[in-house]
């Protein structure tokens, strides 16, 4: 299920009313109140911050901000919903242009500045990542530095009377990694530390 890496706001005008929207990464419903004062902030004056939030299956939630009941948030929510967006929040800033837009209308443009706004992200994927301590002898090394390269996201090195490779790599690859150390010898490296963490990474 995609969630938000990185995004650009978007803009979407309809009879002269300017509808911003946003994509924001929310982990919990804690961090709502930050992202729509943040979003006061960086866009002030607009007649209404309409949201919708998705967690995960079981936990979302939605906010007209004073639009007719129905006509913003949910149809914003159904988006999330319908392209399983988790831990994604969209907020859409609304200047009102003097023209009313009906029921109809006001649907349509918040529906499509949600997904403007959604089309505008780089998505995201969240993953267990292992982070190795690896001690590898110096007659392995330049072979073990290859495969170690091939699948690790990131490393690190420290010479010493042995090499220590410090590596974040994805947990999923873990087994492949040590199996291809095996093939230098497994007396010519040793795990010193390993633990995992959850991170977001983009998607390949």
């Known amino acids: 299920m995609p969630t938000v890496f990185a995004s650009t706001p978007v803009?979407?005008?309809?009879?002269?009313?300017?509808?911003v929207g946003l994509a924001l990464r929310l982990t919990c419903e804690e961090e709502l109140a930050h992202c729509l004062s943040q979003t006061r902030d960086k866009y002030p004056g607009a007649n209404h911050y309409t949201w919708a939030y998705r967690l995960g299956e079981w936990s979302a939630?939605?906010?007209?901000?004073?639009?007719?009941?129905?006509?913003?948030?949910?149809?914003m929510l159904h988006i999330l919903e319908r392209e399983n967006w988790e831990q994604t929040l969209v907020i859409v800033?609304?200047?009102?242009?003097?023209?009313?837009?009906?029921?109809?209308?006001?649907?349509r443009a918040y529906q499509h500045c949600s997904q403007l706004a959604l089309s505008h992200v780089t998505p995201g994927r969240l993953t267990l990542v292992s982070n190795l301590q690896i001690e590898i002898d110096y007659?392995?090394?330049?072979?073990?530095r290859r495969a170690i390269e091939s699948l690790a996201l990131t490393s690190q090195l420290e010479f010493g009377a042995s090499v220590t490779l410090t590596i974040?790599?994805?947990?999923?690859?873990?087994?492949?990694?040590?199996?291809?150390?095996?093939?230098?010898?497994?007396?010519?490296?040793?795990?010193?530390?390993?633990?995992?963490?959850?991170?977001?990474?983009?998607?390949?």
């Open 168 to 204: 974040d790599i994805e947990t999923t690859r873990v087994e492949q990694l040590l199996a291809l150390l095996n093939q230098s010898g497994r007396e010519f490296w040793k795990l010193i530390a390993s633990r995992e963490a959850q991170l977001l990474l983009p998607n390949a």
């Open 139 to 144: 007659s392995t090394f330049e072979r073990a």
């Open 11 to 19: 803009e979407h005008l309809v009879e002269h009313s300017r509808f």
């Open 93 to 107: 800033a609304r200047y009102f242009g003097g023209i009313k837009l009906g029921r109809g209308g006001l649907i």
């Open 61 to 75: 939630r939605a906010s007209d901000d004073g639009e007719p009941q129905g006509t913003a948030g949910l149809p």
